[in-house]
């Protein structure tokens, strides 16, 4: 299982240590958060921040947009060269275009799908798409409750992506722990996004995501 620890659950007065932290603790992705105060009812970080997390990251970016208007954040944070950049099918009239958009920026293309938006929605973007990101909570808040129903959810999805692109990842964002890990592996899940788990966890980061690993 690789291991996205979320830095929205960071302390942000000192988050350079804290993203330094997580990359020596063996984290495989670093998840950033992005909301725009519309799409979801939080607002988080820009470019400004961003850019000083990308100088102290040694492991990829995965960016997690929860915004309207993705085209514009994707120019904002392409500079930065994430791994992947996400965004939510829900808030996209033209997923295909922002698909190929991203790709061309040399950046993974990823969908993101709400708690309530079934894997057949994006059944033929799948083809063009290196990434499907499952909302375990609603969007805007870490430190939230695990919704069960993204298991079931892995499962049809990966049967999808088993027709269509069968090198497609499935990852899982919200209210990860280390209770609720097996069954999302059983699933066929490959990443596991995790921020209050890791970032609250009373052994340290390293032994939070080894515990998840
Ligand atoms: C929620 C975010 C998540 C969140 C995860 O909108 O996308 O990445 O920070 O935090 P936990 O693991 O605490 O649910
Ligand atoms: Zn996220």
Do not use: W
Not at 124 to 141: E, H, I, K, W, Y
């Amino acid at each position: 299982m690789l291991v996205a620890p979320s830095i929205l659950s960071a302390d942000f007065g000192n988050l350079a240590d804290d993203v330094k932290a997580i990359c020596n603790g063996g984290c495989d992705l670093v998840h950033v958060d992005v909301m725009d105060g519309h799409f979801v009812p939080n607002l988080t970080i820009g470019p400004v921040v961003v850019s000083s997390v990308a100088k102290v990251a040694t492991k990829p970016l995965d960016i997690h947009l929860m915004v309207e208007n993705n085209s514009f954040f994707v120019d904002l944070f392409a500079p930065f060269k994430p791994e992947y950049i996400s965004f939510h099918i829900e808030e996209e009239k033209h997923p295909h275009r922002l698909i190929q958009k991203i790709r061309s920026l040399g950046i993974k293309p990823a969908i993101v799908l709400n708690p309530h938006t079934t894997p057949e929605a994006i059944e033929f973007l799948l083809a063009d798409l290196d990434m499907v990101l499952l909302m375990s909570v609603n969007p805007g808040f870490g430190g939230q409750k695990f919704i069960p129903s993204v298991i079931e959810k892995a499962k049809r999805l990966k049967r999808l992506i088993q027709i269509h692109n069968p090198k497609c990842l499935i990852e899982v964002d919200g209210g990860v722990n280390n209770k609720n890990i097996s069954s999302l592996k059983e699933a066929g899940v490959d990443i596991v996004v995790a921020g209050s788990y890791v970032f609250n966890h009373s052994s340290g980061y390293k032994s939070a995501i080894l515990s998840l690993k």
